[in-house]
């Protein structure tokens, strides 16, 4: 089983693993504006940058997703996707009050075959039921060219990383 930390506790992943090299697997989960169904993964014709959160409400994630935005103009053509499991009304608002329009928000709320099938699903601890912080980079054809488990919930992503991967 896959793990994370969360404060300097190890906190345990439930779903499928998923690495560089892999077929991503095609999910469908909800774009917050107008709560449209919105397919991740798979073989897209163009690249993909899934950004994984745990909830766009705290102040790591909300940071992490406004510095996607701001540097989404660096990756044109990217198909750049922030996945939470916040509800879709919750992350509009977000999206709203943040100016957050250079990427699609979406959550996972409904069955969490994201979180499972990309195995960020935390299963234990105080977040249990959401997911970590993640991010993967998918390329054209659906394979996994990128993979970010961050190693502590509370830290930010390897940005410079995840962008070179899709550029």
Same mark, same amino acid.
């Given at each position: 089983? *896959?793990?994370?930390?969360? /404060?300097?506790?190890? =906190?345990?992943? *439930?779903?499928? %693993?998923?690495?560089?090299?892999? +077929?991503?697997?095609?999910?469908?989960? =909800?774009?917050?504006?107008?709560? *449209?169904? /919105? $397919?991740?993964?798979?073989?897209?014709? +163009? +690249?993909? &940058?899934?950004?994984?959160?745990?909830? &766009?409400?705290?102040? $790591?994630?909300? %940071?992490?997703?406004?510095?996607?935005? /701001?540097?989404?103009?660096?990756?044109?053509?990217?198909? &750049?996707?922030?996945?939470?499991?916040?509800?879709?009304?919750?992350?509009?608002?977000?999206?709203? %009050?943040?100016?957050?329009?250079?990427?699609?928000?979406?959550?996972?709320?409904?069955? +969490?075959?994201?979180?499972?099938?990309?195995?960020?699903?935390?299963?234990?601890?105080?977040?249990?039921?959401?997911?970590?912080?993640?991010?993967?980079?998918?390329?054209?054809?659906?394979? =996994?060219?990128?993979?970010?488990?961050?190693?502590?919930?509370?830290?930010?992503?390897?940005?410079?990383?995840?962008?070179?991967?899709? /550029?």
């Amino acid at each position: 089983m *896959a793990t994370t930390m969360l /404060k300097g506790n190890v =906190v345990n992943l *439930a779903g499928n %693993t998923v690495n560089v090299g892999d +077929k991503a697997p095609a999910v469908t989960v =909800v774009n917050s504006n107008g709560l *449209a169904d /919105k $397919v991740v993964g798979g073989a897209s014709g +163009k +690249k993909q &940058l899934i950004v994984v959160v745990p909830s &766009l409400d705290t102040a $790591v994630c909300a %940071t992490e997703t406004r510095n996607f935005n /701001k540097r989404a103009s660096e990756i044109e053509g990217v198909d &750049l996707t922030v996945v939470s499991m916040d509800l879709p009304f919750a992350a509009g608002r977000f999206c709203s %009050t943040e100016g957050i329009e250079n990427l699609v928000v979406a959550s996972d709320f409904r069955n +969490k075959d994201f979180a499972n099938a990309y195995g960020v699903l935390i299963a234990d601890g105080a977040l249990a039921g959401v997911t970590c912080r993640a991010i993967f980079a998918v390329n054209e054809e659906g394979t =996994v060219i990128y993979k970010e488990i961050v190693p502590e919930i509370t830290a930010e992503p390897e940005y410079e990383a995840a962008l070179a991967a899709v /550029k």
